[in-house]
């Protein structure tokens, strides 16, 4: 029934790892391995990741299988962090016998109550005739409206019943009705304050990413000639005048991008949830602006920021709506002096004797095609991608933007190369987050997958050392890494190329090669460890008051390096 089911579903794609409650289901599946692939990975969190990279990268929903217990608690973290990011998973774990649920067996644990919180939905099935349904409602509940993990908890003695399988063609869910259509008269009120507005501005959130909406996005911006920046989770927007863009905001987005936000009359949010870190400080965040804000989750209208014209809806449908539009625009003066702010402060990074990790991210995006996915890990390698690649295609950029989860990239890669066989897939981590699923390496080898990895080593846990350094004294507690393995060395002995690149005239060369490679290839790059991602506006700051410099703290190299400084 479950794999029956899972066809009806159009899934052809399922990562996890097997054991004892779940040995039945892994059995069935023998049968169906012409039908359905399926990844073994090392660690049940590296497999979830890898569906959310998977679902990220390809729109459909991520399938996960794994065993009760400890196996399903594996995945918390994981569960956690598509949920932050709205992103469909299902995720089937296996679970004791009901007779024995509550007597503490061996390997059970209350896993719908200890994910219930970071889950869209979650059911524990307790017989087989319920089963069908169960599964129908888990993959709708996942994919539409604002999109999320629902975890299936599979009990043994359910797996191995029997029973007329009668898969339902629709579902009908009371409590669940999300809004697609926006309000005609809201999007009017929208419409009418564009016409009205000198220094117009879209911000552009994951929504669009997820909705598959960004080629909509880049007709609104072109039709009306409105400047545009996005959110850590908006990449991918491409106008066909480049001079409307100015890349990202809030903490650690351009000095042009916040100043875009703080001197705006009017922003048009599209699928934005105004996190903390995109705000600052909600008081002064676009002091002198009306809001629009468009979004599928009524919850999230109003919750951080004030609203003035709140569309409930999707993307998608509120957009053609938008387009349909007719009035003349003139918004070059406001483009000319966002132009001028960009020119005054532009995004840079100082040279050195040192390897630069801004230039080998800036390298990169020169290298690769205009199509590659890139993810990345969480922290200064992050901020240095967002800064410093430029992303001109919708689902390109992948990361964990919500939860930080560290770990989250070299999994999500993996899934989004099975998901994406003709594409390049990038992964760029730090040293820390990349020794958190390491193991997922032997997956790369196992599958043969031509995944693409760039460590950034600078010797520490990089953003916290940062802050560390800027707000703290310099006093680097539990931050700094100065026994890291070799990197290269690790993937060689595991099957993967690799290279170690210790100077700055060995990049260049070292990158055409992981470019041009058809192998999966891993560079362990050893990075300038006092750089810091600049700008920076401190939490619960002014967009407008951005830190833009700050010295390079001239010890860090001989405690880590034991060299000296230039």
Same mark, same amino acid.
């Given at each position: ?42 660690? %049940? ?12 990268? =390809? @729109?459909? &929903? *991520?399938? $996960? #299988? ?63 005739? %319920? ?12 994919? =539409? @409206?604002? &999109? *999320?993990? $629902? #975890? ?81 989770? *908006? ?332």
């Amino acid at each position: 029934m479950l794999f029956e089911a899972l066809l009806h579903e159009k899934v052809d794609t399922i990562f996890g790892i097997p054991g004892g409650a779940i040995i039945s289901v892994y059995d069935e599946l023998c049968d169906y391995q012409d039908k359905i692939r399926f990844f073994l990975f090392r660690h %049940e969190q590296g497999a979830t990741h890898a569906a959310d990279g998977y679902a990220r990268s =390809t @729109g459909k &929903p *991520g399938v $996960v #299988l794994v065993t009760s217990g400890p196996g399903a608690t594996n995945t918390v973290t994981a569960i956690a962090t598509a949920y932050m990011d709205s992103v469909p998973l299902v995720v089937i774990t296996g679970q004791v016998p009901t007779s024995m649920i509550g007597t503490d067996a061996f390997q059970e644990a209350d896993v719908t109550g200890i994910t219930m919180p970071i889950t869209k939905h979650n059911h524990l099935v307790t017989s087989i005739e %319920e089963l069908p349904r169960v599964i129908k409602e888990a993959f709708h509940l996942a994919t =539409t @409206g604002r &999109p *999320g993990p $629902v #975890l299936i908890d599979l009990p043994k003695d359910v797996q191995i019943a029997e029973g007329e399988f009668n898969y339902p063609n629709d579902i009908d869910i009371p409590s669940y009705r999300p809004t697609t259509r926006g309000h005609p008269k809201q999007i009017k009120k929208a419409m009418e304050l564009l016409k009205n507005s000198k220094k117009p501005l879209v911000i552009v959130g994951g929504g669009a990413n997820l909705s598959g909406t960004m080629d909509l996005v880049n007709a609104f911006i072109d039709k009306f000639g409105i400047p545009v920046v996005h959110t850590l989770m *908006g990449h991918g927007v491409n106008p066909r005048d480049e001079r409307l863009y100015f890349g990202g905001i809030g903490m650690h987005g351009t000095v042009y991008g916040n100043y875009a936000v703080t001197h705006s009359d009017l922003l048009i949010a599209l699928g934005v949830r105004f996190s903390d870190r995109i705000l600052g400080n909600p008081k002064k965040f676009a002091p002198g602006a009306r809001i629009v804000h468009v979004d599928i989750d009524p919850a999230e209208i109003g919750k951080n920021v004030r609203v003035d014209v709140p569309i409930v809806g999707d993307l998608k449908s509120v957009l053609k709506e938008f387009l349909n539009f007719d009035f003349e625009t003139d918004f070059s003066e406001w483009v000319k002096e966002l132009q001028g702010v960009k020119e005054r402060f532009p995004l840079g990074y100082r040279k050195g004797k040192y390897i630069k990790p801004q230039y080998v991210v800036e390298k990169a995006s020169e290298l690769f095609p205009d199509d590659t996915v890139v993810v990345a890990d969480v922290g200064q390698n992050q901020m240095w991608v967002a800064q410093f690649y430029r992303f001109k295609h919708p689902r390109s950029f992948l990361c964990s933007g919500g939860l930080g989860t560290m770990g989250f990239a070299l999994p999500a890669g993996i899934g989004a190369k099975i998901g994406n066989p003709n594409r390049e897939v990038l992964v760029i981590a730090g040293d820390g987050g990349f020794q958190m699923n390491i193991q997922e390496l032997m997956t790369i080898n196992r599958y043969k997958l031509p995944v693409k990895v760039i460590i950034l080593d600078n010797n520490a846990l990089g953003m916290v050392r940062q802050w560390q350094q800027l707000f703290f004294k310099c006093r680097y507690s539990a931050t700094l890494l100065d026994d890291n393995p070799d990197f290269a060395g690790i993937a060689r002995v595991v099957g993967i190329n690799a290279r170690r690149v210790e100077k700055p005239e060995e990049v260049d060369a070292a990158l055409e090669e992981l470019a041009n490679s058809k192998s999966p290839t891993l560079l362990h790059v050893l990075v300038d460890p006092r750089e810091n991602v600049l700008p920076m506006v401190p939490s619960g700051g002014n967009l407008a008051e951005p830190l833009t410099d700050a010295p390079l703290d001239s010890g860090i190299v001989e405690k880590i390096r034991g060299g000296s400084d230039e």
